[in-house]
């Protein structure tokens, strides 16, 4: 079985320009997660569907990140404009549901410049 | 907000060793991970309980609700388990994880 994909797995910007991160869920999986983890941190939850609705995305800084699940397969996490702080590995991670175990993707470490 | 702490945040040890790494959370959950991340890699889960204790190999977890606390256990310890060890916790069933700062582990021959 496939796992979560995600790409690209190294990204070098400059502050104030943009990104997008793409994550392929696992096959059959409902429920989609991104995280944020900075270097010695756990991470930290930015964004959760179930299929293409949002479950929760209260700690998704809304002025600068956005992320959708068209069709309620694929994901893209963008961010408009970077800013040093959101240097960090970004996480994709899917379940079949709320209650599941989470299958974590290999991650997008993002250096902002 | 739930607020997890693990302990200890660095821990080297002698292959063959056992080992224990704590989490203590504080509010009420549903559910608790136990996590397992190695240098430049992914993250794999290891456990998710909600009660009593599970096996899997040489690992061990282990939850008190009462007493909103967690233990993983590593016996028989051996270099291939260096990485660090993450607690994460579910409050409500449609909740994300709230996670921990993680456990670095080495364990040296």
């Known amino acids: 079985e496939a796992g979560v994909a995600q790409s690209p797995r190294y990204k070098i910007i400059e502050k104030r320009q943009s990104v997008a991160f793409w994550c392929n869920p696992i096959s059959g999986h409902a429920t989609l997660y991104w995280y944020q983890q900075i270097l010695g941190q756990g991470p930290k939850l930015l964004i959760q569907f179930q299929n293409n609705g949002v479950v929760d995305d209260s700690q998704l800084p809304k002025d600068r990140f956005s992320a959708e699940r068209l069709k309620g397969v694929d994901s893209t996490l963008k961010i408009q404009p970077a800013k040093l702080e959101d240097s960090a590995v970004y996480l994709c991670?899917?379940?079949?549901?709320?209650?599941?175990?989470?299958?974590f993707g290999p991650g997008t470490r993002l250096t902002v410049l | 907000k739930n607020e997890v702490e693990q302990s200890p945040q660095n821990l080297t040890a002698q292959e063959g060793e056992f080992i224990t790494i704590n989490c203590s959370y504080s509010v009420g959950i549903s559910a608790l991970h136990w996590l397992q991340q190695h240098p430049g890699g992914g993250i794999v889960s290891l456990f998710m309980l909600s009660s009593g204790k599970k096996k899997h190999g040489r690992l061990i977890a282990t939850i008190n609700i009462q007493e909103k606390h967690s233990s993983l256990h590593i016996t028989a310890s051996h270099p291939r388990d260096s990485a660090v060890y993450i607690c994460a916790v579910r409050v409500g069933g449609a909740d994300g994880l709230t996670f921990g700062k993680g456990t670095h582990l080495i364990i040296q021959p």
């Open positions: 991670a899917s379940s079949l549901g709320y209650t599941n175990e989470q299958f």
